[in-house]
């Protein structure tokens, strides 16, 4: 049996361990079936009591009411970007984005090609180092949707509250932190998030609606790109990543032993604190985010010179620690440690990064 490393990939990310030794138990053979959930259709039982699982899982955890759909669609987070304004934006109408970083920007990019955005908020300028407080969102009490990214997965920064945008329905890219921790679910109009960062593997995208949107989509939409033949056919209009929608499904559960989302919110903030306490104790790291805004999913970090960020990475790569390089966007250093990141593996990185310290700093 090979040894696990420490994954800090920020995605496709760590998969919590007891859900892929499940996986591999019934890889060859689903129990009672005799084959694998990759070979059966997709409109059999199996599959059929699978989705319901997976579906009924996230209800449960995320608390969701009963006029949500809950959709596993493909084109990950990013087919999201231009799927959300064909259907709720259009030329004569205006919407809120709010811009903390990276990801905020391509779903501005794609929203302009339907209609007009209203930039409601953006930290550009200060380098996405933080998110805004309440009172700072210039909000159009006429806008179609706002839209936010919780969790900044690039820079590291996360909301640390649900945004106020009164009658105005609140969508939500919540790629790197759904499931991180509990959420006011009813005060958001739409979520959706790519499963690799913290539910799955790549290639199934999870996206909730309230039911009254539906009534605001426009005819003339192409079939797969109308968010109502996804909730009428219940995700099945065409042959989901059934796979993807299998280990969601293990995901959840291995998320209700832990406690939900409030256990794994206790235990997430704890095991970020090690890492920022770990950052703020010396000059020689510092962290990229304010500290108001820090994300505890994706930790974010500089050393003194590029030169010693090369040499960190190559270090701690040979250390066991993969992962840890920052995006090519904005360098640095990054420890995603979504739900599946193992505590040890954090304590890891503080000892090493004191170790590091010593040698070179
Ligand atoms: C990774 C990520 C995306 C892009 O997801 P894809 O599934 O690769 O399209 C979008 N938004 C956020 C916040 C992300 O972290």
Redesign the pocket.
Known sequence: MTERIYNFSA?PAVLPLPVLEAAQRELVALPGVGMSVMEISHRSKTFDEIIGSAEAGLRELMGLPDNYHVLFLQG???LQFSMIPMNFLSKDKSADYVLTGS?GKKAIKEAKREGNVNLAFSSQEENFKRTPRQEELKLDAKAAYCHV?T???IEGVEFQYTPDTGDVPLFA?M??DILSHPIPAERYALIYA?A??NIGP?GV?VVILRDDLLARIPDGLHTMLDFRTHTEAKSLYNTPNTWGIYIINLVCKWLKEKGGLAGMQAENEAKAKLLYDAIDATDFYRGHAEKDSRSIMTVTFRLPSEDLEKQFVKESTAAGLDGLKGHRSVGGLRASIYNAFPRAGVEALVSFMKEFERKNG
């Open positions: 995605g990950g987070a990013s990801w990214t969790n900044e997965t890219d790629s790197s790519g690799q960062k790549s995208t």
